[in-house]
């Protein structure tokens, strides 16, 4: 079993920046892959970024490509990290980290066996 814990979620204007973290526990060695999510209020969960964990081959969404990076700490290492830059107020809501196997990163909007709990991000205009 595989338990993710999201952190670093927070509020702050727009142009702002935060960094969000997912740690991984449990037996992670079937774990290729791992991305963020994003849920807005009333709308549906929608890919953000994700990252392969061996080579960290990395994708976007169109919303957040060139401003949001992801980040692991090392090959095959428990830590994947969402930098989120020049955010604006269109980028709020709940961000949910997630891993599953296997390597293929698109569609970003794809099945993943393990969800963290989610860290709320508020940017205000």
């Known amino acids: 079993q595989v338990q993710l814990v999201e952190s670093g979620g927070g509020s702050t204007e727009t142009g702002g920046s935060l960094i969000l973290s997912c740690v991984m526990s449990?037996?992670?060695?079937?774990?290729?892959?791992v991305a963020w999510f994003r849920q807005a209020p009333g709308k549906e969960r929608e890919g953000v970024a994700a990252i392969r964990r061996r080579d960290g081959t990395t994708e976007y969404g169109d919303s957040w490509k060139g401003r949001f990076q992801i980040r692991r700490d090392s090959p095959g290492g428990r830590v994947v990290t969402l930098f989120a830059n020049s955010l604006k107020p269109e980028d709020s809501g709940k961000y949910f980290c997630a891993a599953g196997p296997g390597l293929v990163l698109i569609p970003l909007n794809q099945t993943y066996a393990y969800w963290g709990q989610g860290t709320q991000v508020t940017v205000s205009s």
């Open positions: 449990g037996d992670i060695s079937g774990i290729g892959r």
